[in-house]
C-alpha cells in the first residue's frame, strides 16, 4: 500500500488537487489500545502513515449518535464531533469534543530550525519535545515529515546530521 499511496500523494502535489479514500474499520475490542483515529483502519499500517488526514466516523454508545474524529499531519488539531444520525441519513453536529493532545506541524519545525540556524538530529529532537511537551518518537516522526515535505534540509558532516532551512546556516558546521 505504502508506494501507491506515495504515488497518490506525489499526484495529489503535482496537480495541486484532493484525494479522498473511503476505508472501513475494525470494530474495537476492549483489549485494544490504539487512540489515533488511522491506526484503527484495518490493513496496511501505510493507511496511517502516508496520508495528510485521516478522519474516522464511530458508533457510540448512545443511539442515534455518531464521533468524527480527526488525525491531521500538518494543520493544527481539529476537534472531534459528536453528531447526530437523522432520517434519510442526514448528519447533524451535536457538539465538539475538546482536543488536549498537542499538534506539531512541520511548520513548527521550521520555525524552530529557521530560528537557530543548523541543528543536530538530537538537539532539533530535544528542542520539540521540551517546546511541545511530546514523545522522542513523535518529535522524530515530525522532523522526518518536515524533511520529507522539504520544508527542512539535511546534510551529514561527520558522524553528524544537520537540519537546517538555509544553505548558509552550514557555515559554523565542522567536522570534529
Known amino acids: 500500500m505504502a508506494p501507491l499511496l506515495t504515488d497518490l500523494k506525489t499526484i495529489v502535489s503535482a496537480f495541486n488537487i484532493a484525494c479522498v479514500l ?48 480527526f488525525e491531521m499531519r500538518n494543520h493544527e488539531p481539529l476537534d472531534t464531533l459528536k453528531i447526530k444520525r437523522g ?7 451535536i457538539e465538539e469534543y475538546v482536543v488536549e493532545s498537542k499538534v506539531v506541524t512541520s511548520d513548527d519545525i ?3 530550525v529557521e530560528n537557530i540556524g543548523a541543528v543536530t538530529s538530537g538537539e532539533l529532537v530535544n528542542l520539540i519535545i521540551e517546546k511541545f ?23 551529514n558532516i561527520g558522524k553528524n546530521s ?9 557555515q559554523g558546521c565542522m567536522t570534529v
Open 22 to 69: 473511503i476505508h472501513h474499520q475494525g470494530k474495537r475490542s476492549e483489549k485494544s489500545n490504539g487512540s489515533q483515529p488511522g491506526h484503527k483502519h484495518r490493513g496496511s499500517s501505510a493507511l496511517a502513515d502516508v496520508p495528510d488526514a485521516s478522519w474516522s466516523l464511530e458508533k457510540t454508545k448512545e443511539k442515534d449518535l455518531l464521533k468524527l474524529s
Open 87 to 93: 432520517e434519510n441519513m442526514t448528519l447533524e453536529v
Open 110 to 112: 521550521f520555525q524552530i
Open 133 to 155: 511537551s511530546i514523545k522522542e518518537r513523535k518529535a522524530r516522526d515530525e522532523i522526518k515529515n518536515a524533511f520529507g515535505l522539504g520544508k527542512i534540509n539535511k546534510k
Open 162 to 170: 544537520f537540519y537546517y532551512t538555509r544553505e548558509e546556516q552550514l
